[in-house]
């Protein structure tokens, strides 16, 4: 029962009254336990949490199918090719494996692992919604479970890096990280990207090559009748899913902020002395030392979204959809690792790297 409720209500039972003001007393914070429990599971060894985390992602996985079979999973067992054999199975398994694996020794959160996840499996249901007819909800649901089960078990076993914290003292790395209002604009400018790459493959070479490349194509009327602030408005999520991805850990860093100190100051270098990595690194925007901590972030995070994207939409296209071939698995892919790298440029552009 709470000090404070005891003294003011039950006046008879308080040994000392003036208790009830003095700053010593401490409220019962019913999270305390649950903090306690992931805390522990936190400080396991690494040698159980990685197993752990391979384990939870897997099961929690196959069991959410299994729930959805009746349902979503009707609709996309409609466009999939046969997967029984135990080789596909094993190397299935062994995809989403791997995957885990990447973003546990890349040093990845959950939130990271849901924004990573967001942006790496979507193109595989855009194409099922837009090319093949696959209803909203069963597209969405597929993509909730394969967010979920990954970033479940990494918020159980891992804590949240410095960029993300939401504690009450920031740095002012985080202030500039988190502010909502930074966010709110580089989500519409990520989108914005995403979406004049997205319409300009869309009304030029696109819905020939999937035609031509993907048997049993059931319709490209929504890729002919796509307008451009549609898409902007339908790929905010991807714009926000990005900034958290890519943004604000490089802002966020607790090392070299780059540029974000206003005491950091470029210093110019001498042409006729500098070695080719300093001469790129300054005309990238870096100092003469070579790249920031900062842009390392930012173009390390931006190439392996990019190689996720890319290779992630490759194997899922050519392996799970019915009459795909492999050049027709390469181009949907593509477009999606060019709308990648140009939003990380973009980033590296905004925060002056």
Known sequence: MDVTLMASHVPFLAIRPDDQFSPDIVKDDPGSNSDTAMDSLRKLPLAVRFPLACFLSLSLSSALYSIVASTAGVELASVSRDLQDPWTIGALVAWKTSGVAVAWYAGYDYQDLISLNFLANLPYYYLLNTFYSIHDVACITALVIDITSTAIPFALLRSVIHAHKSSEAKTPNQEVAQDKFVYGLLSLFGAAITSLVVYGSFYTWLPTYMVVHFDGLRSVEKAHNSALYVLVALFIPIGAA??????????????????????????????????????IAWNLGCGPDGWTKRAEILFARTASLTACACINTFVRVYVTIEGTEIVGAVGWASVWGVATTLTGLAFAWVGNE
């Open 242 to 279: 990005t900034t958290h991805f890519v943004f604000a850990p490089a802002v966020g860093s607790p090392g070299n902020p780059g540029l974000t100190d206003p005491k950091l100051k470029k210093t110019a270098i001498n042409p006729e002395t500098a070695t080719l990595r300093e001469t």
